[in-house]
């Protein structure tokens, strides 16, 4: 899997232009077909083939968001399916690991953060179905990459965050001591993080509420509603240490650790609200939502390779690396509860039955761990100011 993120990494505009053109064809043939001279036979047959299954595509995804909504509170705009954006984008992550029983009674907290980065995506969504890109604009993110349906009754959306370089703050703490904080440790030099959340939901008001109306406006709340909403949420990150990290620190790590990897998968399930709050006749609309989590299944490993030969290191240092190594993966293992939630604030404004405004803050907390053993935390939150025009 993180052979294949790097490959999108490097290719990802090139995947996207790939997949807007292949829309937009699609969507010129449907005006443009006609009997083409008996020499393109074969030609024809493939365009009409196409031009057949984005028709179908196009009506299946239609009479699915329309179908079943109470008159008077949701509406469509047939007339302008697409809906495209150019969003201005603040946002922050950090990502917070405990390690225990590195030395001794002492464990080490190790924050990573990402600072306040800021950076210009584009999006574009046809009926419900979505997809946006912010590429690198500083060294704080290298790139965020989204996927989204929100239909009438479920729909998820999943997105993927790179950064090749966090910055860390390394606490070390001794358990039995009265003054619990021994060091702390600054650098500018941190990990790479790459990180993967898949968040679904259920309207269980689905006649008159709709999800779509908050984050995509592809389609319209015409009156205010809410429902309870149940979801599932799929969050995995992985955290790579490199040498040069551990070459920052005047510690025994420095001198055991090569590398160090962090790979963490959890999914959790819960239930929750969202609300619409329409004014001025539906030209402003006003959404919140909170899905708070508890986990459901997990997967926790940590490795680290030594730094050097371990055959030229004495029998003492061979001994406590492996014992380091056996204590990290034990609590890496260990049971653990974890819990999450999802926020979601959104305002928007109809300019006019093209043009709109709005501005999206979404915020993703997850927490997993317990008192012995390692717990992990990850904060990612992002506030989307954007204007979009239907066509």
Request: glycine share 8%.
């Amino acid at each position: 899997m993180y052979l294949c993120i790097l490959y999108m990494r490097k290719n990802y505009l090139a995947i996207l232009l790939t997949i807007m053109l292949l829309s937009a064809f699609g969507g010129q043939a449907q005006d443009t077909v006609s009997t083409p001279p008996p020499q393109k036979a074969d030609t024809t047959v493939h365009r009409n083939f196409f031009v057949s299954t984005w028709n179908w595509f196009s009506r299946w995804r239609e009479r699915a968001q329309l179908m079943g909504y109470e008159p008077g509170y949701v509406d469509f705009p047939r007339e302008y399916p697409w809906v495209a954006g150019v969003y201005g984008t603040m946002a922050f992550t950090n990502l917070s690991l405990h390690l225990p029983n590195l030395s001794g009674d002492s464990y080490c907290r190790i924050h990573n953060s990402t600072g306040l980065s800021s950076k210009l995506a584009l999006g574009a969504y046809y009926r419900g179905w979505g997809l946006s890109f912010g590429p690198r604009l500083s060294n704080k993110s290298d790139f965020y990459f989204t996927f989204s349906s929100y239909g009438r009754v479920v729909g998820f959306d999943i997105k993927l965050d790179y950064f090749s370089r966090l910055h860390s703050t390394i606490d070390w703490v001794d358990i039995g001591s009265a003054r619990p904080q021994l060091g702390e440790y600054k650098t500018a030099i941190g990990p790479e993080m790459i990180l993967l959340e898949i968040n679904s939901y259920i309207v269980f008001n689905s006649k008159r509420f709709s999800y779509a109306s908050a984050i995509s406006q592809t389609t319209w709340q015409k009156r205010s509603a809410g429902s309870a909403i149940a979801g599932v949420s799929y969050y995995a990150t992985y955290t790579g240490f490199d040498k040069d990290f551990f070459d920052q620190f005047d510690t025994v790590a420095k001198y055991f650790a090569d590398t160090l990897h962090h790979l963490s998968h959890n999914i959790l399930v819960g239930i929750g609200y969202a609300y619409n709050k329409v004014l001025d006749d539906g030209k402003w609309m006003i959404h919140a939502s909170v899905l708070p989590m508890l986990r459901w299944a997990y997967y926790n490993k940590i490795d680290m390779n030594p730094n050097g030969s371990i055959s030229d290191w004495t029998e003492e240092q061979r001994a406590a690396y492996h014992q380091t190594v056996a204590d990290l993966q034990t609590s890496a293992r260990a049971t653990h509860l974890s819990v999450a939630g999802v926020l979601r604030l959104a305002g928007f404004y109809n300019i006019s039955p093209r043009w709109l405004a709005g501005i999206i803050c979404t915020v993703n907390n997850c927490w997993r761990g317990h008192d012995d053993g390692m717990h992990s935390s990850v904060f990612d939150s992002k506030v989307l100011v954007y204007a979009g025009y239907r066509f």
